[in-house]
């Protein structure tokens, strides 16, 4: 991008929202429709920022902010703020340096970042490039040896835990990417995997459905989740289920943290705003339960809804892409220091120099 072309982004871009303004500027339509896009009719992915619009904010006044903060910490991971990278596939899709510009962003503003499996980058690479909080996250590969290997890699690296995703064992593009025949390029391929490209070894019979006979058979089960937790030192953070009985049976498996996200709308559609089902999440993981959530997070206001209602921290999803299309490593950096920055005047304007201050005291319910 030229100067007078970056200046003029740069004049701009006033909050990190901008940033989903501006990417359609420099992200080809077909790409776009994979990014943006949603399973279904795109329900859900409505209903996650609609859920974060609907919420009310009521200020205080004459608290004394002057030794405010955002730091916070996860599995005792020391955080500058509570506003963590998500994992996101394919990052060289939007641009030539992908994940690796993106751990640098997340050095520079000390960000955690959640590297995907699909990354378009060595994780090794991704890892050299940040010493911030990383997390490596992991999908299960149909032959046990090639996630082990996944796994050991991730422990080698560096990578500070383990995200298991649970909810795509069958992952389909959005309507529109695949009306537009969306296909990702030979170099945003998943370099990590060894066969990656290769097709399914699932052998179909005549009358077999595809789904059930041929994508959940790859798709892991609860045992596999056991044999996880034996073969790693990681911590496991589990991300993308729900439903109170699955998480019942996790808090007794002793997993170690919960992403509430429904891949950002991109999973089974018409399920709830991931931040309607935050407090009753909450309150049945308990109050030191680590606990983020995604989905719809476009602004320190969401962000500060979030931590509100009960979540420790909060992951991006389409906006990293979005700033990392508009301005590479610089782009991201800027979205997390905008989004920053949104979030202390939030902590500030309701009274809260800490994020252990925030609490549903800030949130305005009527006749309340
Ligand atoms: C994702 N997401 C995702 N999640 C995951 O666990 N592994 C992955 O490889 C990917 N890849 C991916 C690609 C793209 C293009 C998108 C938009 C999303 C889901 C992601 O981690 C997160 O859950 C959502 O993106 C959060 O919602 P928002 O912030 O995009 O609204």
């Not at 995907?116 to 032959?143: C, G, I, P, R």
Request: aromatic content about 4%; hydrophobic content about 45%; some cysteine.
């Amino acid at each position: 991008m030229s100067d007078i072309e970056q200046s003029k982004h740069n004049r701009a871009i006033i909050q990190a929202s901008d940033y989903a303004l501006l990417a359609n500027q420099v992200i080809d339509e077909k790409t776009d429709a994979y990014i943006a896009g949603g399973t279904g009719n795109e329900i859900t992915m409505r209903r996650n920022s609609d859920a974060f619009n609907a919420i009310e904010l009521r200020p205080r006044t004459l608290v004394d902010c002057t030794k405010g903060t955002t730091r916070t910490s996860i599995l005792n991971q020391a955080m500058r703020h509570p506003i963590m990278l998500a994992p996101v596939a394919a990052q060289r899709l939007v641009h030539a340096d992908g994940e690796i510009a993106t751990a640098q962003a997340a050095n520079a503003l000390d960000a955690g970042m959640i590297l995907s499996t699909l990354s378009s980058q060595l994780l090794e690479d991704v890892a050299s490039s940040t010493q911030s909080t990383k997390w490596f996250q992991l999908y299960f590969q149909s032959e046990q040896v090639d996630t082990l290997s996944l796994v050991r890699r991730a422990e080698v690296a560096g990578y500070q835990a383990l995200v298991v995703t649970l909810d795509t064992p069958i992952q389909s593009i959005s309507v529109g990417a695949q009306r537009l025949g969306f296909t990702l390029p030979d170099d945003a391929q998943p370099i990590n995997l060894k066969k990656h490209g290769a097709a399914s070894t699932v052998v179909l019979e005549a009358d077999d459905s595809i789904i059930f006979q041929g994508m959940m058979r790859e798709a892991p089960t609860w045992s596999d989740l056991t044999w996880l937790q034996a073969n790693t030192s990681l911590p496991i953070i589990v991300k993308g289920v729900v439903h109170p009985k699955d998480i019942d049976r996790l808090l007794d498996m002793h997993i170690n943290g919960l992403i509430i996200s429904n891949h950002g709308g991109r999973a089974l559609d018409s399920m709830p705003a991931t931040l309607d089902l935050l407090p009753t999440i909450r309150a049945q993981v308990g109050d030191d339960f680590p606990l983020l959530l995604d989905g719809g997070v476009t602004s320190g206001y969401d962000v500060f809804k979030a931590i509100a209602l009960g979540a420790n921290a909060v992951c991006i999803g389409r906006l990293q892409i979005y700033a990392l299309a508009v301005n590479g490593a610089q782009g991201v950096a800027h979205m997390l220091k905008l989004m920053r920055d949104e979030l202390e005047l939030c902590m500030a304007l309701t009274g809260c120099p800490t994020i252990a201050d925030i609490n549903q005291d800030v949130i305005y319910s009527q006749g309340k």
